[in-house]
């Protein structure tokens, strides 16, 4: 059994430690006034946003292709086959060049934003979206089909910083 | 209901099952009730005391979501200790089948009306721990009513900070006052 | 004549807020006087053993992240390529293991800054807590920078890094070392200076040298105990052989001692960063490796020196794709064998520090 702290007894020690315990209050509480007078560091954020870094694992998407007008993807099956989730479903028709995506499905509740798709996709065509707000009443919406994932690619580049917004409630769905 | 025959029936001393119905039927009545409704629901969608439950990674964004960039105080989100105390129980992070039964008994311990706010791909329906796995809940909703979905894993703080926005909508929304009345009128008759 | 009392038994958590996570303790105590305290475990048993053996070694750096210690994601993926390099002979180029190195050591500062803020809530200091995610903040813009996720990041591969660093990250991270460096005086201001926490710490919760080893405790826990282990130094991994930095050690065992030997484990950090920045070489950052890597025959330990401790992996592979068995040797797991022998004698009030003080992590004491 482990030994006790001796007791503090008599006058003496009890106003030591008052004066003690004084000293340190004032010492705290000096640091605490001076961060009062540094640069905030909340942001206000429906009305403030941190626009994130161009890596942030967001939401996915197969965004459009101008030139084709279709989504990159070949239909390799390579993230469906890599993903530790199991969360990307993937059916094609048709044999060779007339091969077209009939079913693109990814579970997006389940899905844990690990990237393994998008670094194993041959032509990039799945890509992370620097859109984090998806939240929703609905377990449901939050399975993406191949019209949610194109519609999820951004149409704008990205920036980066603190930037204003105007004050919206919820997200894109 | 007590069954003793001296006691006084509740619906005699107020006609709580016909007060939505008279209430319709004054001039304005209605439109009153809408507005106190709007009040009233207006403060409480602005003061959601969350429970501070954190249960995996989860529950660290949702610290950072409390604490200094985000600071949820400053919207009234202030996280509560006790259930007793709180509105709204975020559940962070997965939930084991141990666990489980506890979460149920935290959420039946919270006063009426409570919400809860699924955060993460775990507690949503299991994420990266649904296939191979003998000891996670696939998903908090089979426990307990899930109002709002937080994706993400784990969710950046101003995903959790919009999944807070939609629930204050929809409180913003609820027939609260109607919904109490009836409530009562039921337990009285 | 001693008065005849009963013992009573307090149940603490798994819902309670300093309890860190969900772990329920079983006090017995006889008055004020804890008796025993056992800690029940397993509301966060993940089976990320078994699930492992389901995924290919690709996968399971996701996997691990999550499944393990989930406050310090990088060092579960350190110790899982650590593991599977060393099966099958992979090569790491050095520019990746120096970004790997200031990898870890970012990480290490993290964790300990979650530590030191929940330390100061369960002694009455909110302060410390917001100060700390002020600091963690900064931490996670950086991983969010080069790596993409904030706390999980699956940022390491077999053979190297995901991404190479991006343009400017090395002085915005110089730039936070001098900003934390700045930082930390304050910190002891605040709460190391302040008698109220010295008198809720120093001497309390005293885990002598002998038990410390006994009960296989490792990390801050031994190190305060008087044990001088690092594996960071024992079995050096990636560039820990080629810089230079001090391993606290204090030898009282108290929570105090604890608390010191992770202020100036940050400060250590801080130095590593440094010399990793100055001497960052160029080059490659990750060798060939398949995406389906097939490990051969065998069995392998790797070990690291986590921010709670040393942390393994006892890896055997079959000559598949994916792992025949992995064990997990988790730091926190040992180092709550300990909390028993440091909560006897004490005060109830005592609780709360000295469960702080050794800085479990339910995911890590589970898996
Ligand atoms: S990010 Fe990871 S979990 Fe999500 S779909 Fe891609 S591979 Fe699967
Ligand atoms: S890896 Fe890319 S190209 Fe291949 S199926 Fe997936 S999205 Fe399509
Ligand atoms: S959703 Fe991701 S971050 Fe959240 S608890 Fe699950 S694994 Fe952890």
Redesign the interface.
């Known amino acids: 059994m482990s030994v006790q702290p001796a007791e503090t007894d008599g006058k003496k020690g009890l106003v030591e430690q008052a004066w003690q315990a004084a000293v340190g209050l004032v010492v705290g509480l000096k640091s605490t006034l001076r961060t009062m007078f540094e640069p905030k560091a909340t942001v206000i954020y429906p009305l403030e946003k941190i626009n994130v870094s161009n890596r942030w694992h967001g939401l996915l998407a197969l965004p459009i292709d101008p030139e084709t007008d279709n989504d990159k993807c070949i239909i390799c099956f390579q993230c469906e086959r890599v993903c530790p989730d199991r969360c990307i479903h993937i059916e094609a028709t048709g044999k060779g060049k007339d091969r077209v995506l009939t079913r693109f499905d990814i579970e997006m509740d389940k899905c844990c934003y690990c990237g393994l798709c998008v670094e194993v996709c041959p032509t990039e065509a799945i890509v992370f979206v620097p859109h984090y707000e998806a939240s929703t009443y609905n377990r449901a919406n939050l399975l993406y089909d191949l019209d949610d994932l194109h519609r999820a690619a951004p149409k704008e580049p990205i920036a980066t910083g603190v930037v204003k917004v105007r004050r919206q409630v919820g997200g894109t769905r | 209901m007590s069954t003793d025959p001296k006691a006084i029936p509740r619906s005699t001393v107020m006609p709580l099952d016909r007060a939505l119905e008279v209430i319709d039927a004054l001039p304005g009545g209605g439109a009153v009730l809408t507005k106190v409704e709007d009040v009233l629901n207006w403060g409480r969608a602005a003061s959601v005391w969350p429970l501070t439950f954190g249960l995996a990674c989860c529950a660290i964004e949702m610290m950072q979501f409390m604490a200094t960039r985000f600071d949820a105080d400053r919207v009234g989100i202030i996280p509560r200790g006790t259930p007793r105390q709180a509105d709204c129980i975020i559940v962070a992070g997965r939930a084991t089948i141990k666990i489980a039964p506890i979460v149920r008994r935290l959420w039946e311990q919270m006063p009426e009306p409570k919400y809860v706010v699924s955060m993460g791909s775990c507690a949503t329906c299991g994420g990266p721990f649904y296939y191979d796995n003998y000891s996670i809940l696939k998903g908090i909703d089979q426990v307990i009513p899930v109002d709002v979905y937080v994706p993400g894993c784990p969710p950046r703080p101003e995903a959790l900070y919009e999944g807070f926005l939609k629930l204050q909508e929809k409180i913003r929304k609820e027939p609260f006052l109607r919904r109490r009345i009836a409530a009562a009128a039921q337990a009285g008759s | 004549m001693a008065l005849r009392t009963e013992e009573l038994i307090l149940n603490m958590g ?2 309670h ?1 300093s309890t860190h ?2 772990l329920r303790l079983i006090v017995t105590l006889d008055g004020e006087n804890i008796v025993d305290a056992q800690p029940d475990i ?6 990320v053993e ?2 492992m ?3 290919t070694y ?6 691990v ?3 393990m210690d ?2 310090t994601a990088m060092s579960n993926e350190e110790v899982w390529v650590l593991a599977v390099e060393r099966l099958a002979k992979i090569e790491v180029p050095e520019r990746a293991k120096s970004i790997r190195t200031i990898m870890l050591e970012l990480q290490r500062i993290s964790s300990h800054l ?1 530590w030191w ?1 929940t330390f100061g809530i369960d002694l009455g200091a909110f ?1 410390a ?3 700390a ?2 600091e ?2 900064r931490i ?2 950086l991983f ?9 990041h ?1 940022y390491f591969r077999i053979g190297g890094v ?2 190479d660093l ?1 343009e400017g990250w090395t002085d915005r991270v110089a730039e936070f070392c001098d900003y934390f460096l700045a930082r930390l005086p ?1 910190y002891d ?3 190391t ?5 010295q ?1 809720r710490t ?5 885990l002598p040298l002998s038990t410390a080893i006994a009960m296989g405790a490792s990390g801050p826990v031994a190190r305060a105990s008087g044990l001088s282990y690092d594996v960071r130094k024992a079995h050096p991994y990636e560039v820990y052989d080629r810089v230079s930095f001090d391993i606290p050690v204090r030898t009282a065992g108290d929570c105090f001692a604890r608390y010191e030997v992770r202020m100036e484990e940050m400060r250590q950090s801080v130095r590593i960063i440094r010399q990793c920045l100055e001497h960052l070489p160029a080059g490659e950052i990750r060798s060939k490796v398949q ?1 389906a890597l097939k490990v051969p025959k065998g069995e392998v330990y790797a070990r690291t020196e986590s921010p709670r401790g040393d942390l393994g992996i006892y890896l055997v592979g079959d000559g598949s794709d994916k792992p025949y068995r992995v064990k997990i040797r988790a730091p926190a797991f040992s180092n709550l064998y300990a909390l028993t022998e440091m909560m ?3 005060k109830v009030a005592d609780v709360i520090a000295i469960l702080g003080s050794i800085d479990i992590v ?2 890590d004491v589970d898996r």
Not at chain 3, 42 to 47: E, K, Q
Not at chain 3, 193 to 197: L, V
């Open positions: 798994p819902q807020p996570g969900v397993g509301y966060l048993h993940s089976s078994k699930m053996e389901a995924r690709l996968q399971n750096i996701a996997l992240d999550r499944g989930y406050l979650i803020g302060t807590f917001l100060w995610m002020r963690r903040e996670m813009d969010e920078a080069s790596t993409g996720g904030r706390l999980h699956v995901n991404e991006p304050e201001d605040l709460i200076g302040n008698p109220i926490f008198a120093k001497g309390v919760g005293v995406v006897k004698g004490w339910l995911s």
